[in-house]
């Protein structure tokens, strides 16, 4: 892992989507991701970043994905494939094992959750810029999940509002080696 040197009182470190039915044996999605987690190293790599943020005390954001609830997607006149996926299979089941932050990744005291996103972007329809931008937050470190969606939605986004932006591309995973390469090699950069 290359190590960069950050100002602490303009950075902080933005986690994704650290959900159990991505990241724990028995989750909803994990079986479709374990090949590549377990190849890229994703959760230890995500424990590592999220010891040495708290250790080096930046500021450190969840943003996290909407959790199912019934009667979140039935009237909704448009749904996203992403959406339709997480209403089908009841992906981070509100009040379930699987809609709770892995055990090693839960947030700590003076970490911020921001409102969750409903679709991909972290920011979209969200308080992740607001709170952000209290923190006088100019640069995002960021990793999670997924790769190809939330992660690469989130860095569009936060370049779009004009944050400087590093990712942590052995701290996320994706359900193929394709997936990772497109977010990872072709789309972010």
């Known amino acids: 892992m290359t190590t960069h040197p950050y100002d602490r009182e303009i950075t902080a470190l933005v986690v994704i989507d650290p959900y ?3 990241l724990s044996e ?6 479709r991701l374990r090949a590549v987690a377990e190849a890229n190293g994703c959760v230890p790599h995500i424990l590592q970043v999220l010891k040495a943020a708290h250790a080096a005390k930046l500021r450190v954001f969840y943003a996290l994905h909407h959790r199912y609830r019934p009667g979140d997607y039935e009237t909704w006149k448009y749904i996203a494939p992403v959406q339709r996926l997480a209403w089908t299979n009841k992906a981070f089941e509100y009040g379930s094992w699987g809609g709770e932050i892995h055990p090693e990744f839960v947030p700590k005291l003076g970490d911020i959750v921001a409102t969750e996103h409903w679709c991909s972007s972290g920011f979209a329809n969200t308080d992740l810029d607001l709170q952000l931008g209290k923190h006088g937050i100019e640069q995002l470190i960021i990793m999670g999940l997924l790769a190809h969606t939330c992660l690469e939605s989130t860095v569009r986004f936060a370049a779009e509002l004009g944050y400087g932006v590093k990712v942590v591309s052995d701290a996320t995973a994706d359900y193929s080696d394709k997936q990772m390469y497109a977010a990872l090699e072709v789309n972010i950069p």
């Open 26 to 31: 028995g989750g909803k999605a994990w079986g």
């Open 20 to 22: 159990n039915d991505f």
